[in-house]
């Protein structure tokens, strides 16, 4: 068993809510709906942050919710080539992959596109995600943590058995200002 530390996507590791609407947006499109690879673009800290906690001996696993799926605005296709832009991003000294795995939900209550429209355990706050991972690499949730900047994904992590303590958030409500402060308290709270 490893231990991990569960990274949310968007306004953790990349930027999102900020990003400018792209040139012809779908029409059920919405800030932070981000389907062009080409549009990824890593926040300060995010890549020494990885690095850090891999250098520690963590599993890394992005765990995203992604609506858009469902709203419309973004297929399964493109969330999956933004993930792999991501996962090009975040690389080691060497060029090899920090992530080593992407989690996301596509589904929505509210959505537009009937397949991916309702509730479900994946969608954090639920903790579908973070369980698929855990049985799929054999994580320690003992010694795992959870970074992300909205309440939802620090309940995900909790729901998921995480202590409370481990599940951090980070931005203008969280205790820590961005990735790379969480990180660096996981890495002293670690050795
Ligand atoms: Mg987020």
Redesign the pocket.
């Known amino acids: 068993m490893k231990p991990c530390v569960f990274l949310?996507?968007?306004?953790?590791l990349i930027r999102?809510n900020t990003l400018p609407p792209p040139a012809n947006p779908h029409p059920a499109w919405k800030p932070g709906d981000l389907s062009d690879p080409s549009r990824v673009e890593l926040l300060p800290g995010a890549l020494d942050a990885c690095r850090l906690l891999r250098g520690a001996g963590f599993a890394l696993v992005i765990i995203t919710n992604q609506g858009c799926v469902a709203r419309g605005s973004a297929t399964i296709a493109d969330v999956e080539a933004v993930n792999t832009r991501v996962g090009e991003l975040l690389d080691d000294d060497a060029g090899g992959p920090l992530i080593d795995r992407f989690y996301y939900c596509p589904y929505h209550p509210q959505g537009n596109v009937p397949e991916y429209t309702r509730e479900h355990e994946l969608r954090k706050p639920a903790p579908g995600m973070l369980l698929a991972a855990k049985r799929d690499l054999d994580l320690d949730m003992d010694l795992s943590w959870l970074i992300?900047?909205?309440p939802r994904?620090c309940e995900s992590g909790v729901n998921a058995g995480l202590d409370a303590d481990r599940c951090l958030l980070i931005g203008e409500a969280g205790a820590f200002a961005d990735v790379l402060a969480a990180a660096r308290h996981v890495v002293e709270r670690s050795a």
């Open positions: 949310d996507r968007d306004d953790t999102n992300g900047d909205a994904d």
